[in-house]
C-alpha cells in the first residue's frame, strides 16, 4: 500500500509541475511602444539569475520582490529581472545592477511554512536598460529588448559543434549531470540558446554567469563559454582520477580482507591456527627470553596486550609491534668483560700509534684503577681535541681494541635537529628512537666504546638544540636514567665510556664542555711524522699498491721533502695520500714492464709528483735594520714570520699591514709606546714621532695572524729601525710585551723551537716562564738550539740587536728641519 501511495504522490507532483510550466508559458511577452521600449516592474536577484528560455525555481522572501509580483500576477504581466553585482548588498540602489537583464516569467506563488514563497520563472529575453521609472514601493524600469541573431555562418556552426563535444565530456565525467541533458543540447538549433541552456547546465562560479549574461553576441558567448568549459573538464578530469585511485585502493583492501579471512579459514581448517595469533605468542616468548628492567617490562606486557585485543588490520599494528621490537632488541644487560691488563693495553696502544703521549697516560690510569677496583661503575667522558688528521678517531678504536670493548661512533657534524639524539614521539608517522639508542642496539652491549665524532660540528635551530639534549647525555649523574621520547623508558648509559672529538672548543656550550675531560692532540711535528710514516703510512701504501715491503724504499730525505714542500698539515691525512702517489706512480711504470727505482731519493719526489706546492719560510740571509725573526704557532705546526719595519717621514700614523687580527695590533701599539715612553734611553727625542710615520709589515698578507706572541719582535724591530742597529739573522723569538717591557709567556712553545730549528736559527729567545715548557721538545733540538729565556725586553734587546755604529751621516729617519738645524750650527762653530 506504501509502494501505491508513493506512486500517486509522484504523478500528482509531475502534473503539479507540468501544469504550474502550462501557466508559464501562457504569459505573454511585455509589448513594445513605438520607440521599441518596455516597462516592466523589477525582481531583484540577489546570487541567482535565469537565462532565456530557461526555466528555473526561486524563493521570494517578504518586500519588494514579493509586491513586485502579486501586482503583475493580477495583470498577467511579465517582470524585468535585474541582477546585483554585489550580492552582498541587502537595499540595492539603481547602480548596484548590471545594465542588461532577462524579462522573465513568474508562475503561481506557493506559500512555505517559513512565511516565505516560492515559484517557478522562465527566462524570455535579454534586455538593456535605459532607466528606471519607479523606486517605491518597488523598481520599474524601461528597458529596450536585445534581438540576438539566429543565423549559423561556419564559423558558428564549429563553434557550436565544439560546445557539444565538450559538453558531452563534462556529461560523462559530471554524475550530477543526467545524460538527457547532452541529449538536450544535440536538438537546440540556435548558438545563443544553446550558450544559455550549457551555461545553466553546468556549475560555474556566479561571477562567470554575469560576465556570460552581459555578451548579448551568441558568437561571443560561445567563445567564453568553450573556454570555461575546458577548464571545467580539466577539474573534472582530476576529480575522476582521484576518485579512481580512492576506489582501486578500497577495492585492493576490501580484496585483502577477503583473502586474509579465507586464508584464516584455511589455516584452522588444517589445524595451523591463526597466523595473528601466533606471532603475538612468538612475541610473549621473546618476552620472557630476554632481560628487561622492571618498567620496560611493564610496558612490554602491556603493549603485547594492546594487541591482542586489535584485529591483524588495524592501522596501529605496525606501531606497536616496531615499539616493541625496539624493547626486545636494545641491549639491557649484556655486557663485554673489560681486558684490564695495563701492559696489554700499553702495547696496543703503542703499536697502533705514535705519540698522542696525555692521550695514552689517560687511558692507561682509567684501567689501572678499574683494575684496582674492578666493580667501579663511573666511566670518564674524554674529548679529544685538535686538528684534523692528528689520529683522535682511530685512537678511539685503538683504545676500544685494548680494553675489549664493542666499538661504535656516531657523527654528530651537521645535526641540527634534538630529535636526532632524543628520537620523535610516539604520535609521529614513522617515529623512531634518537642515534643515541639506535647506536647501543648496533653495539649490542650496554659498555661500548662510543665514540661522538665531530661535537664542535653541531647546530641549532627553531626544530632545538641537539647540544643541549646531550648534557643528560654526558652527565655520569643523568645518564644511568637517560630518557629517548620514543621509547620513554629510563635507559642506562653509565656504564657506556664516551669519547668525543672536536677540531676547536669554541663551537661547543660551556655547560656541555664542562662534563668533558678536555685532552689536546696537538699538530704532529716534523720528526713525528717522519716516524709515522715510517712505522705505518709508508707500509701500508706498498701494501695497497701491490709491492713487498722490502720492494721500495723510502728515504728519510725523502719523506722530509714530502712534509715540507709537498703537505701543510697538523696532521699526516695528506701525507699519506702523496705517498701512496708515489707509490701509486712507481707500480703503474712496474705493470708497464719499465724500469722502475726501488730506491725513492728527493730528486724523484718531483719527478714523480710534480712541482713543489709548499714553500717555508727561511731565514733571512743577512743582519738587516727593522727586520726581526718572530715564531708562530699554527696548527699545521710552527712558523717562522719576519716582521718588517720602515719609517717614513709623515704626520705620526703607524699603519699595520699583512692581514693582522686585533690582538696583534694591540701589541703592535703596546711596543710603539714602550719605545715612545723610552726614548731618550735610545738617544730619540720625543718629538721626532710627530714628523713620521711607522709602517710594520708580516709577508704573506693572504695569511690571517693574530696573537700577542709578536710583541717583543715588533719592539725589536721598532728599536732597530729608529736606532739603526742591526738584527742578528739567526735569532728567533716569541713573547708579549707590556707597557713596562716585561715579557709574558705564550704558548706552542714546542712547535715554534722546532720551526726555529727547522728553518736553520741558531739562537730563540722566549719567556723566561715558557721554560717549563721546553721538557716538551726534543734533545736533539734543544742540542742544536740555543735557548735565551728572558724577562724583559731590555734582555730581549741586547741579545738580538747589534750595538750603536757611529756614523757621519744623519740617520735617514730624521726630519729635515732638524738636519738643516745641525748643519747651520756646524757652520757657525
Not at 102 to 116: F, H, K
Not at 243 to 249: F, I, L
Not at 689 to 702: S, T
Not at 783 to 792: G, Q, Y
Amino acid at each position: 500500500m506504501k509502494d501505491d501511495w508513493s506512486q500517486t504522490e509522484s504523478e500528482d507532483y509531475q502534473n503539479n509541475l507540468q501544469q504550474r510550466t502550462e501557466e508559464l508559458y501562457s504569459i505573454p511577452d511585455a509589448v513594445m511602444d513605438n520607440d521599441g521600449f518596455i516597462e516592466c516592474a523589477v525582481f531583484i536577484m540577489r546570487d541567482m539569475l535565469v537565462y532565456p528560455r530557461m526555466i528555473s525555481p526561486i524563493f521570494i522572501s517578504p518586500g519588494r520582490n514579493l509586491l513586485a509580483v502579486q501586482d503583475t500576477q493580477a495583470t498577467e504581466e511579465t517582470m524585468i529581472g535585474l541582477v546585483q553585482q554585489n550580492p552582498d548588498i541587502d537595499d540595492p540602489t539603481p547602480e548596484d545592477f548590471l545594465p542588461i537583464g532577462i524579462e522573465i516569467a513568474v508562475g503561481r506563488l506557493l506559500s512555505l511554512s517559513d512565511g516565505n514563497s516560492s515559484a517557478l520563472v522562465q527566462g524570455r529575453r535579454r534586455v538593456e536598460i535605459v532607466e528606471f521609472t519607479q523606486e517605491e514601493p518597488y523598481f520599474r524600469v524601461r528597458a529596450r529588448p536585445i534581438i540576438e541573431p539566429v543565423d549559423v555562418d561556419r564559423e558558428v556552426d564549429a563553434l557550436m559543434r565544439t560546445t557539444r563535444d565538450l559538453f558531452e565530456k563534462c556529461v560523462q565525467l559530471d554524475r550530477s549531470l543526467p545524460d538527457e541533458a547532452h541529449l538536450f543540447s544535440i536538438n537546440i538549433p540556435e548558438p545563443g540558446w544553446l550558450a544559455d541552456m550549457i551555461a545553466t547546465a553546468i556549475s560555474l562560479p556566479f561571477k562567470e554567469r554575469q560576465t556570460l549574461l552581459l555578451l548579448p553576441d551568441p558568437r561571443e558567448r560561445l567563445k567564453r563559454l568553450n573556454w570555461l568549459l575546458a577548464q571545467e573538464l580539466d577539474v573534472l578530469q582530476l576529480e575522476d582520477e582521484i576518485q579512481n585511485k580512492v576506489q582501486n585502493e578500497v577495492d585492493r583492501s576490501q580484496r585483502e580482507f577477503y583473502l586474509r579471512e579465507q586464508m584464516k579459514a584455511i589455516q584452522t581448517e588444517l589445524g595451523e591456527g591463526d597466523i595473528w595469533m601466533r606471532d603475538i605468542a612468538e612475541l610473549k616468548e621473546k618476552l620472557e627470553k630476554t632481560y628487561l628492567p622492571d618498567e620496560a617490562r611493564k610496558v612490554a606486557l602491556k603493549e603485547i596486550d594492546r594487541l591482542t585485543q586489535m584485529p591483524a588490520m588495524a592501522p596501529e599494528v605496525g606501531i606497536i609491534r616496531t615499539y616493541l621490537d625496539w624493547i626486545l632488541e636494545l641491549p639491557w644487560d649484556k655486557t663485554t668483560e673489560d681486558n684490564l691488563d695495563v701492559k696489554h693495553a700499553a702495547e696496543v696502544l703503542e703499536q697502533n700509534h705514535f705519540g698522542l703521549k696525555d692521550a695514552k697516560d689517560r687511558i692507561l690510569e682509567y684501567i689501572a684503577v678499574r683494575s684496582l677496583k674492578p666493580k667501579k661503575l663511573r666511566q670518564p667522558i674524554l674529548c679529544f681535541s685538535g686538528p684534523p688528521g692528528t689520529g683522535k678517531t682511530s685512537l678511539g678504536r685503538s683504545i676500544a681494541e685494548a680494553l675489549g670493548r664493542n666499538f661504535v661512533r656516531l657523527s654528530l657534524g651537521g645535526v641540527r635537529d634534538e630529535a636526532e639524539i632524543r628520537g620523535h614521539r610516539r604520535t609521529y608517522i614513522g617515529a623512531l628512537p634518537g642515534r643515541i639508542l639506535q647506536t647501543m642496539r648496533r653495539a649490542g652491549t650496554i659498555n661500548p666504546l662510543f665514540m661522538l665524532d665531530e661535537i664542535d660540528k653541531l647546530g641549532a635551530d627553531f626544530r632545538g638544540d641537539p647540544a643541549a639534549a646531550l648534557l643528560e647525555v654526558l652527565d655520569p649523574e643523568q645518564n644511568y636514567s637517560f630518557s629517548d621520547h620514543y621509547l620513554e623508558i629510563a635507559y642506562d648509559l653509565s656504564k657506556v665510556m664516551f669519547i668525543t672529538t672536536a677540531n676547536s672548543l669554541g663551537n661547543i656550550p660551556p655547560a656541555l664542555l664542562d662534563r668533558m675531560e678536555v685532552i689536546e692532540f696537538p699538530g704532529y711535528i716534523e720528526e713525528e711524522k717522519l716516524e709515522i710514516a715510517r712505522r705505518y703510512l709508508i707500509p701500508r701504501q706498498l701494501e695497497e699498491s701491490g709491492f713487498e715491503s722490502a720492494e721500495i724504499e723510502f728515504l728519510d730525505q725523502t719523506v722530509r721533502r714530502l712534509i715540507r714542500e709537498y703537505t701543510y698539515e697538523a696532521g699526516v691525512r695528506n701525507l699519506e695520500r702523496e705517498i701512496g702517489r708515489m707509490c701509486r706512480k712507481v707500480a703503474r711504470l712496474k705493470s708497464e714492464k719499465k724500469s722502475f727505482p726501488k730506491r725513492l731519493t728527493p730528486a724523484a719526489v718531483e719527478k714523480l709528483l710534480g712541482p713543489t706546492q709548499y714553500f717555508q719560510t727561511e731565514a733571512e740571509r743577512q743582519d738587516e735594520v727593522g727586520v726581526a725573526t718572530a715564531m708562530a704557532w699554527t696548527e699545521m705546526g710552527g712558523e717562522i714570520m719576519p716582521v718588517e719595519v720602515l719609517i717614513l717621514e709623515g704626520k705620526g700614523n703607524l699603519q699595520i699591514t699583512g692581514s693582522i687580527g686585533e690582538i696583534m695590533q694591540e701589541s703592535a701599539q703596546a711596543a710603539l709606546s714602550y719605545l715612545k715612553a723610552h726614548c731618550r734611553e735610545y738617544g730619540l727625542e720625543p718629538n721626532i714621532f710627530e714628523g713620521l710615520d711607522i709602517h710594520i709589515h708580516v709577508p704573506e698578507g693572504a695569511v690571517p695572524k693574530d696573537g700577542p706572541s709578536a710583541g717583543i719582535t715588533i719592539a725589536t724591530a721598532l728599536v732597530s729601525a729608529f736606532t739603526e742597529r742591526r738584527v742578528h739573522k739567526e735569532i728567533g723569538m716569541t713573547g708579549e710585551i707590556t707597557l713596562r717591557g716585561r715579557v709574558l709567556p705564550i704558548g706552542g712553545i714546542r712547535e715554534k723551537v722546532l720551526a726555529a730549528h727547522r728553518a736553520g736559527l741558531k739562537t730563540v729567545i722566549i719567556p723566561e716562564r715558557n721554560k717549563k715548557d721546553l721538557v716538551d721538545v726534543p734533545k736533539k733540538v734543544l742540542a742544536d738550539l740555543k735557548i735565551v729565556t728572558v724577562t724583559n725586553i731590555e734582555e730581549v734587546l741586547s741579545r738580538a740587536l747589534y750595538p750603536q755604529e757611529e756614523k757621519a751621516a744623519a740617520p735617514r729617519w730624521k726630519a729635515r728641519e732638524k738636519v738643516e738645524e745641525e748643519e747651520e750650527v756646524a757652520e757657525a762653530e
